[in-house]
């Protein structure tokens, strides 16, 4: 009789990291992360809107983001910032949430399961040669499809962001 095994499988995690160069000062690229007014013009993915965004930007402090389909379907999420270092570092959590920032599953918007409830981002603004050194580190997400999606949604929004920096924001700018 052959012998019988247990044998436990943990779902392994994903890091989503992504390097961009932005032809724009580090303060405007700080600026547009981190002012609701900037961030509805580039939030979300190809095509959608971001007709909703608050954000009290301090340690502890919490944002509330709306992404809108052409469709007219609203998508949620919030967070809760853990670490601010002006201009160079924001660390916070991200989840699904409802219109009132009540965290939600992901199913509730019709996606996986699989999807956590609580992600990580990690986001690292660089000075570099009168540009930004972008880089994005996006945590928890498990591997395959919905790792694959994030990263696809975040080159999207960041294509969106190139467009704010070059049409939305003076050029000339100082941080508050």
């Not at 009789?1 to 390097?19: D, G, H, T, Y």
């Amino acid at each position: 009789m052959p012998e019988e095994r247990n044998i436990s499988v943990e779902k392994a995690e994903s890091e989503i990291i992504i390097n961009r160069i932005f032809d724009a000062p580090r303060e405007l690229v700080w600026k547009a992360w981190t002012e609701p007014e900037h961030i509805r013009h580039w939030w979300g993915l190809k095509d959608f809107t971001a007709p909703f965004c608050q954000i009290e930007f301090r340690v502890g402090g919490v944002y509330l983001f709306c992404m809108r389909s052409p469709e007219g379907r609203e998508y949620w999420n919030t967070g809760i910032y853990r670490e601010i270092i002006v201009p160079e570092c924001i660390v916070c959590t991200d989840c699904f949430a409802d219109e009132k920032g009540n965290v939600v599953p992901a199913m509730h918007y019709g996606l996986s399961p699989d999807f956590p409830m609580e992600t990580i981002w990690t986001l690292m603004f660089e000075e570099h040669d009168e540009k930004t050194r972008f880089t994005l580190r996006h945590t928890g997400l498990p591997y395959g499809n919905i790792s694959d999606l994030a990263n696809q949604g975040w080159n999207q929004s960041l294509d969106k962001f190139i467009q704010t920096l070059k049409y939305s924001l003076p050029r000339k700018s100082t941080l508050k």
